[in-house]
């Protein structure tokens, strides 16, 4: 699974899930800094990764346009980089098996 996380997440994340998550960036990483999120998200569709968002736009827009993307939805509030990084490595079997296995478009983290 590779990840694209999005703006409103820190990119020094990235090190710390490389091992878990090969593959993965982030928005500015990525060269997107300032990409709309449908940009991002034909971004990702096109480039396999699914999204990790602390925000509801690119669910809503899967409501719309359906999947791939698939979606990480974080739903803890303002955190920090460490906490983040806990909830996607402590997650990473759930993740797998509802997003790959069950083939669900979305899992929301609390």
Known sequence: MRLLLDENLSRRIIPFIEERYPGSTQVALAGLERASDR????????????????????????????????????????????????????????????????DKACVEIY
């Open 39 to 102: 940009e991002i998200r034909l971004f990702a569709k096109s480039n396999d990764y699914i999204i990790v968002t602390q925000d509801s736009d690119f669910f809503e827009m899967s409501l719309v346009q359906g999947q791939p993307p698939k979606i990480i939805w974080i739903k803890c509030g303002n955190t920090s980089k460490g906490s983040i990084i806990k909830l996607l490595l402590d997650h990473y079997e759930w993740i797998e098996q509802e997003l790959m296995g069950n």
